[in-house]
DNA sequence: TAGATTGTTAATCGATTAACAATC
DNA sequence: TAGATTGTTAATCGATTAACAATC
């Protein structure tokens, strides 16, 4: 266990694809699973899944394969799912309110500690079990509970007005959802982009590129 | 132009981004940017952003850099914008409003054409200029209008159900927000998958790496 | 013990970066 | 022409795959 150091990105963006699935064994009463099988499942090679396993610790077992729960279990410390990281969600329009009824942040490493917006129509109002609060009142409340995440629902100009306040409040990671480059601006920030924009164009090249292809 | 066979994934995934910024470049009335004073605005090497265009077409000029009206003209000639492919969305719950409101697909290369739901309290409601229109007719919808990309905002059992169908009556590519490992089950089939809750398990890895870097 | 499958090293493959001649 | 910057080739770097000895 623990020997994590310098693990790529690519390794750690396939663990949550592999925690899923490993999950859903588990679900099914599934003990025991082999990289082989397991890799045929998901689309991947063998050798890939034992490589990546392999950076974190040898979790498997010669002759046997992988111990489904135990794995699970593994995985979640890896990724910090235990730790419920602080969080707070900014902006409360249809992403934002999307992303706080649809996404199970306790699951996923964090909780969600509040809601905020601009709009007076919007304050007040409550998503979920949550009620949306005054974006005014923020600073108050990153000093008060200190959270460490910021979810960025707003457009670009919202977000690079509100950032460097956020980062003076303590806020050490951004789930960004606007178009602000946080990543150039502020070096020493995590930022975890989400450009749905971007996907749908990649989509739109790989469909059009088939198309051509039938020609 | 067009010498775009088997350019790599990698490649083009950052053509979405190099756009969004060549477009608030264009907006901004700047006509030529070379390659080192724009890779330094989105954080890249100029090799790359060099190398990545020419897989495309030499569309720079020695000693200037690149048109940056045309360089839009060109990137949205390759990923197909101007195509309009025709599109359903399948899902109107949160995730499939936000999408439907949020998204400018005419911007992305795709023309909405229709919102599916089973549920009988949605179908008939509006988002957007558009009505929520009742799953049992998608079929017919499809034989009609000939929708090329579906978007999937169901949940995984939901999306099982009805991808075999979907492929039946054409759908070509899928924009998946389910958990359903579509890739792996239909070889010849476009996927561009968006998993939220992945991208928030790598955040909550990069936090939890950060953290115990400090001790 | 025999069979299976891991952990790990080595080989391959692909992607990124550096360098520079070509050229505007 | 001189300066700047591309297009493109070569060098480097990293990631994936293959192979196999170790071992359950």
């Given at each position: 266990m623990a020997k994590n150091t310098g693990v790529s990105l690519a390794v750690i963006r396939r663990l949550p694809r592999y925690y899923r699935f490993l999950e859903d064994l588990r679900k099914e009463g599934i003990e025991y699973i082999s990289s082989r099988k397991f890799a045929e499942l998901i689309g991947v090679t063998a050798s890939q899944v034992r490589q990546d396993l392999n950076c974190f610790g040898g979790f498997g077992q010669q002759g046997r394969g992988y111990d489904v729960a135990n794995l699970c279990k593994e995985i979640e410390t890896i990724l910090g799912i235990r730790r419920q990281t602080p969080a707070v969600l900014v902006g409360a329009g249809n992403l934002g309110a999307a992303i706080a009824n649809h996404m199970d942040f306790s699951q996923r490493?964090?909780?969600?500690l509040g809601i905020f917006d601009t709009d007076a129509r919007k304050i007040g109002q409550t998503i979920g079990k949550q009620t949306i609060l005054d974006m005014q009142t923020l600073g108050e409340f990153c000093q008060k509970h200190h959270p460490q995440m910021a979810i960025l629902c707003i457009p670009q100009e919202g977000a690079e007005k509100i950032v460097p306040s956020l980062i003076e409040w303590g806020i050490e990671g951004f789930w960004n959802?606007?178009?602000?480059?946080?990543a150039v601006s502020y070096e020493n920030v995590i930022v975890e982009n989400v450009h749905l924009g971007d996907s749908l164009l990649t989509l739109s090249y790989l469909i059009q590129e088939r198309d051509q292809q039938k020609t």
């Amino acid at each position: 266990m623990a020997k994590n150091t310098g693990v790529s990105l690519a390794v750690i963006r396939r663990l949550p694809r592999y925690y899923r699935f490993l999950e859903d064994l588990r679900k099914e009463g599934i003990e025991y699973i082999s990289s082989r099988k397991f890799a045929e499942l998901i689309g991947v090679t063998a050798s890939q899944v034992r490589q990546d396993l392999n950076c974190f610790g040898g979790f498997g077992q010669q002759g046997r394969g992988y111990d489904v729960a135990n794995l699970c279990k593994e995985i979640e410390t890896i990724l910090g799912i235990r730790r419920q990281t602080p969080a707070v969600l900014v902006g409360a329009g249809n992403l934002g309110a999307a992303i706080a009824n649809h996404m199970d942040f306790s699951q996923r490493g964090f909780s969600l500690l509040g809601i905020f917006d601009t709009d007076a129509r919007k304050i007040g109002q409550t998503i979920g079990k949550q009620t949306i609060l005054d974006m005014q009142t923020l600073g108050e409340f990153c000093q008060k509970h200190h959270p460490q995440m910021a979810i960025l629902c707003i457009p670009q100009e919202g977000a690079e007005k509100i950032v460097p306040s956020l980062i003076e409040w303590g806020i050490e990671g951004f789930w960004n959802f606007s178009h602000f480059n946080l990543a150039v601006s502020y070096e020493n920030v995590i930022v975890e982009n989400v450009h749905l924009g971007d996907s749908l164009l990649t989509l739109s090249y790989l469909i059009q590129e088939r198309d051509q292809q039938k020609t």
